[in-house]
């Protein structure tokens, strides 16, 4: 059967998320499996779900000293890089310029009609 499965990304996200807790731990081709399919379904997640996965694993690692085998250890250290850069797309760094220490406002600016670089 071919065609497209609708499904809710709450129900998505939550059946990754066990499939998450199932692999950690595991040896065997599910690791990888799951890491994959985070990474496919990545707009489903929340930040905090990307801090969860980061945390979980290195709490794991904490506990028991390994993550697997050499494949599975690479399967979650690169899940672990991906969620630490959705993280890091969520946010923006901007430049405060405050009054009264020599800089102008973002409105004292724009009356003055220049651009704030």
């Known amino acids: ?29 599910i690791v990888g499996h799951t890491t994959d399919m985070i990474k496919q379904y990545e ?36 899940l672990k890089m991906f969620a630490e850069q959705k993280i890091d797309e969520l ?3 901007i ?3 405050s009054p009264g220490f020599g800089y102008t406002s973002i409105a004292q600016d724009k009356k003055r009609g ?3 670089p």
Do not use: H, P
Not at 9 to 24: G, H, I, N, V
């Open 43 to 78: 707009r489903v997640f929340r930040e905090w779900d990307w801090k969860l996965f980061i945390k979980e694993i290195n709490q794991y690692y904490k506990d028991f000293e390994t993550l697997g085998d050499k494949c599975d250890e690479a399967n979650w250290n690169e």
């Open 95 to 97: 430049k405060i310029k």
């Open 1 to 29: 059967m071919k065609g497209d499965i609708l499904i809710r990304k709450e129900d998505l996200r939550l059946t990754l998320l066990a499939c998450f807790r199932y692999s950690l731990g595991r040896r065997t081709y």
């Open 114 to 116: 220049k651009l704030i």
């Open 91 to 93: 946010y923006i760094k």
